[in-house]
């Protein structure tokens, strides 16, 4: 019989979140992910969607972001202000186009809340 650990939901997820911490931290040490300044990380906050804020870090203007993706400056300015949701290809496009991963581009979910018991 294989050996087997049993662990909580909790600890599952504290294992998952210490090796993306790792991977993470290998990343910033080896230069390949972009770190921010205490002021870009204010502005970054601030922002009301973090495509708002990496569209303005990297120096694009939201008609010039636009016509780099074919799409209206209107239709990305409603996205960015969270009042309509691209599709996947499109931010596909806008993260090679900002140098950022796709996760960057978008507002973590609300984590939900799920029962591992039967019938519920």
């Given at each position: 019989?294989?050996d087997t650990?049993?662990?909580?939901?909790?600890?599952y997820?504290d294992?998952?979140?210490a090796?993306?911490h790792?991977l993470a931290?290998r990343e910033?040490a080896?230069g390949?992910?972009?770190?921010l300044t205490?002021?870009?990380?204010?502005a970054?906050?601030?922002?009301?969607?973090?495509l708002?804020?990496?569209?303005k870090?990297?120096?694009?203007?939201?008609?010039?972001?636009?016509?780099l993706?074919?799409?209206s400056q209107?239709y990305?300015?409603?996205?960015?202000?969270?009042k309509?949701?691209?599709?996947v290809?499109?931010?596909?496009?806008i993260?090679?186009?900002?140098k950022?991963?796709?996760e960057?581009l978008v507002?973590?979910?609300?984590?939900q809340?799920t029962?591992?018991s039967?019938g519920h």
């Amino acid at each position: 019989m294989p050996d087997t650990i049993t662990l909580t939901t909790e600890e599952y997820q504290d294992l998952i979140d210490a090796r993306d911490h790792a991977l993470a931290m290998r990343e910033v040490a080896a230069g390949t992910m972009p770190t921010l300044t205490h002021d870009e990380a204010l502005a970054y906050f601030e922002a009301p969607t973090p495509l708002a804020f990496w569209r303005k870090h990297r120096g694009h203007s939201q008609g010039a972001l636009a016509a780099l993706l074919q799409i209206s400056q209107p239709y990305l300015a409603q996205i960015e202000a969270g009042k309509r949701v691209g599709d996947v290809n499109l931010y596909a496009k806008i993260a090679k186009v900002l140098k950022v991963r796709i996760e960057d581009l978008v507002n973590d979910p609300e984590p939900q809340e799920t029962s591992l018991s039967e019938g519920h």
